[in-house]
């Protein structure tokens, strides 16, 4: 930690900072600079904030050095982590496309969109079950019903299943029926179900909060590997800009930059991180090129009827095509579809 | 609804849109514009929304008339909402301040702050005992026993005590506890919280999600009302931008906008709206002179002590400073504290 | 325009409204909805603006129907314009690159560089003159020496060269010298600028401002189009959000969204877009993937020695090893570099 | 400069930071950390910036200790600069008022506008006559004839004038009829402008881009400083964010952060800052609440009826009324309009 003093600190503040320092286990050094005095904390202590520091009379400012989040570094683990899905794997050198439904909306139709996409090439259907609504009047979701579904699904194809989880007290319940657990862009600082989520074993894919930091998305990831389950999946889905050309702004750039910083697998959800049918085609094939690990898209046979999500929504025909063109993509990328 | 046809779209599209509307149960109107065909859809349908409608063929957006929100609107209910807590009002004549530390830490801690901030003019205190921290690694609140302190501080001092609530299955021992409960603003989104405080009839003090529009957070609020708990305290606390010389960006401009728009009381949160102490007097002042019926703060005998938010905390004198001068404001705007 | 009334509005202010709209000459049609009055103005104007509209007492809001510029839009011009840089095309079936260093610092250095990006497949060589500075203690460009060294370095290689155009007052001094003129993200909404080389005949390079929405970026290039000169080239560099992790969020869905409402050529410039160097090949490989008609990008044979933009920029190698990349991804969309 | 070098980095990288850094006139200190190795930099080299540093192979980021402004900083000049215009004074403990239309129109009306608001309380008159507009078929102002007008608005009332400067090649001419140069929002980093203004010594407005950080802002007023004109007004005139109640998000905040920081005198803009004619006056005395030395506002006695800006524009009578409410709020922070 690098700890700047305000213009003018006397010598009684510099000697605070330097005692808390030492109080905290880490070895000071003061920097006399022309205008500032410095002082530089030396020790791995990622968990002393640098809102500790600057919480002190005298600190105009704290700079940390280490990155907040540990477990999640490339620094402590250099080899990509590849997550088991059934038979299927992510994180490896093939892209992993999980498709499907925004809801599950009968049994019949989340077998019929099954079968589609895995035909197509999907390691991996998705479904919700429990619908996080922005509007209270809005389709809630089938809730238990739709897990059935989805597990039914899974024994006509073989096709693992994922589906969003919204509360602790669902996990046990989720984690029953389903492959693995998503967390929405609205709980990713749902501290508590991320524990919860961190205490159950399945995979869970991790959406990056509207408006998360890259370094608050990989504490979030750093929550539920320190809970003890090493199986994160993060997914980029859009961020919240002054852009109104789409719903989100799809960032592609965390792709390669989280890349460098950890080992855990990355896939891009074009289908939120637009909010636009036309654009998910092309930003599914950015996605690959930017080097990520997998897709996860909004099919479903006739949007207009869906439940949920129509206007992001691609038909059947359309996942086929996109699979088609993709492939090339991940081709050129020296990885296979 | 307003619904704009794509450029050259054919008959078919257009008597299957109107068909739709009829659906819906509202009345269409076809307009013939210069460039674009574009029908309008009559009739009190909020719950239908622009979603549903872009996702049918032919269709370029669809744009709402009504808002999305019905109960909190001032359209519905045209006078303030008053909010009774204990021997208080929030929303009246009375500009209300609702202070404390961010963590409760101990039973001397919480009396010791209540007391002061009770004679300086505070109507409630504030405390957290369930934290949300964005690092895994940090403080999470003293949970039960932290509730229990604020219960006899209450006791102690009569104020009313006003603390966090992080998940559904805590609703109802945190409202055995305390007279209001506090959503985050990690939490604006979490229906399921929502539906759960909505249940409750304590009154709850909802704070903008970081990344929500006015919207977003109104609906917010009516997930709370639509469940029966008419009890609803709006909280500006900050939103997220480009800005980087505070921790985010306090949008006063929100509080006369709610006002004109619904009948529910606004408070400013100026401690976590900034992250920094200087500036926590300053926007209390400005919070009170757009019209702001309360202010939420972070108060702390020594804040470099503090285990949570230390830099944004004010001290005891700072706040009975900042009480003074805001009085001044207040009664500028025909108000008192 | 659809003009929404507030509720409760009288006769007179409708009847206002409704005046007015037959006064700019279009058909006034009143819709009396269940909770609002509306009134739709039929008529292609598109030079009257929502503003003027929501000035009248009795208005809510007013939303266009059509898009506000005319001459940019595919409505008008359905085919992709492609524009001629000496002997080459952009906006055609080839990717087109555009490299050199941010400033040009010597005649040695830029015919270096240019004989390099030639032979790794660049059509043009990029160079900066004037160069527009945050900081006033930085290094300002060559200016008019400069622009003799990149008309040098045309000489020696043959290859087009772009510079940016600072000012109303040098356009006519740039374009004697450079073959494409190039508007800055800081210059996107000066509009005597826009003007200047809307009068001038060369191709203009348009860079998005940073914080411009995609009508706001439409619009400028409608200035320059609607001054005489048809020659623009669009250019995506990245957006102001809240995230820290790159200088800029390079929003790519901006390019297939522009091709399908506009007729002119697209690019992308990933060395500003991230000001990351290890970022700019894949985010190069994400804009070719997503429909780029061109890439704008910052080499130097030593970065650390480079006088601007160093971090960002990458070496001669990086950027043959860049072309071998994005000429695989490039023929998986069914193009060439 | 607190240079952070990448993790596992060899001696001879270490030692090209340390030499660059002699090199460039400062002191270099190594810090063998945990986890890292880092270089301070000792000497006050503002001009040497972080991106210098970080273009040098090995070095993972560069965290600037001293602001890269220096006449503007408070640091410098300890006391608060007061601006004479006229026989007025911005900045010292009167909040002073400029008020008008947004562009000037005829005679007859600036001069009616120019009595009506001196007669309220106004220091100084605002007019636009070179107006930026972004859509290029709106009206661009009167040019020559709006700047004679302003001139003789002044003659009649003896109120100062205030108008906007849009190109370097404009500065004198426009310098010759007025007061005071503005420079907007999308001028604030045109650098050749603020060198031109920099170099006439008529007190200059300098407006925020929407999209600067306090940094960028501090930067650009530094600009005009360090070209020879001391008379820097700064105005806070609103952000863009994703916030869409309002045109931009005005960030009262940077008001009091501002105080701290330099000693130029800071005003607000609230009538661009939100875009919606209600909440002009509550944010108007939001701003001198949180401490703002004046006020730039936008009045029109028929605001459907202005050219420019209608939605946003107050009537005479609402700015009489804002006038007395708002005098309310300057006396309770101990000051007068």
Chains 1, 2, 3, 4 share one sequence.
């Not at 059934?86 to 969109?113: L, M, R, T, W, Y």
């Not at 894919?205 to 993060?234: C, Q, W």
């Amino acid at each position: 930690m690098i700890i700047v003093m305000k213009p003018n600190v006397g010598k009684s503040e510099i000697d605070h900072v330097i005692e808390k320092v030492e109080e905290v286990g880490c070895k000071a050094i003061l920097l006399e600079g022309t205008n500032r005095k410095v002082i530089a904390a030396i020790g791995d202590k990622r968990d002393v904030s640098p809102e500790f520091w600057s919480a002190i009379p005298g600190v105009e400012k704290a700079v940390p050095i280490l990155a907040p989040y540990k477990i999640a570094s490339r620094e402590v683990k250099k080899t990509d982590t590849e997550i088991k899905i059934n038979d299927q794997i992510i994180g490896g050198n093939k892209v992993s496309v999980i498709a499907g439904p925004c809801a599950v909306e009968s049994q019949d139709q989340i077998n019929f969109i099954a079968d589609k996409v895995k035909k197509a090439g999907a390691i991996a259907l998705r479904g919700g079950a429990f619908k996080p609504r922005t509007n209270p009047y809005s389709f809630q979701g089938l809730r238990e019903e739709g897990l059935e579904y989805l597990a039914k699904a899974r024994e006509a194809t073989g096709l693992a299943v994922v589906t969003e989880v919204l509360s602790p007290e669902h996990v046990k319940l989720v984690s029953s029926y389903v492959d693995v657990l998503q967390i929405g862009t609205r709980n990713m600082a749902n501290f508590l179900l991320l524990q919860a989520v961190g205490e159950c074993k399945k995979p869970v894919i991790l959406k990056r909060g509207m408006s998360a930091t890259m370094d608050e998305f990989l504490l979030a990831g750093e929550y539920i590997l320190s809970h003890g389950n090493p199986n994160v999946i993060l997914c980029e889905r859009g961020i919240r800009t002054f852009e109104n050309h789409t719903r989100f702004t799809l960032s592609l750039s965390i792709v390669p930059q989280l890349k460098k910083l950890t080992h855990l697998p990355i896939i891009v959800d074009p289908s939120h991180g637009t909010g636009v049918r036309d654009l998910v085609k092309p930003m599914s094939k950015g996605a690959i090129a930017v080097g990520a690990d997998g897709l996860l898209l909004e099919v479903h046979p006739d949007p207009e009827k869906a439940f949920v999500d129509g206007p992001q929504t691609i038909t059947i025909e359309e996942f086929e095509n996109l699979m088609t063109e993709s492939r090339a993509i991940a081709r050129a990328v020296g990885r296979d579809i």
